[in-house]
């Protein structure tokens, strides 16, 4: 459960927070998605005790997208925010980056893609062999 608890709080610190009523299965099945992950592609009988912080971004990159794809009432809310290029003070005129401007979807698929394979590389170290 203690797992369960810092993934809420990682989410939390990105500006996701999980609805504690309903996606109580959906944080479950994203943990166990990342240790299966963890287990089945680096060839680990059990998941080291320093590995969990990886594991955790990989949980957390997973339910996010999971929970973006299905599509419900309470799915992530994205919002458009252009970047400010050039603000200056005298006559108060403010130009917008419009040429890197990003929307929030792609915005949300590179925190995604970047929590999963963060969470890979790390779990590298721990690689073992099959013979």
């Given at each position: ?78 919002t458009a925010?252009p970047t ?22 792609q915005r ?24």
């Open positions: 459960m203690e797992k369960l608890t810092r993934l809420n709080s990682l989410l939390t610190a990105l500006g996701f927070p999980p609805n504690p009523n309903n996606d109580v299965s959906l944080l479950n099945w994203a943990l166990e998605q990342a240790e299966n992950c963890a287990r089945l592609e680096f060839n680990l009988p059990s998941i080291p005790s320093e590995a969990e912080k990886p594991l955790l971004n990989i949980a957390a990159g997973e339910y996010l997208r999971a929970k973006n794809t299905v599509p419900d009432k309470e799915s992530i809310p994205l925010f400010v290029k050039r603000l200056e003070l005298g006559d108060t005129k403010t130009e917008f980056d419009t040429d890197n401007f990003t929307t929030p979807e949300f698929d590179l925190l995604t893609e970047y929590l999963i394979t963060s969470g890979k590389t790390q779990l590298e170290g721990y690689r073992r062999l099959k013979w």
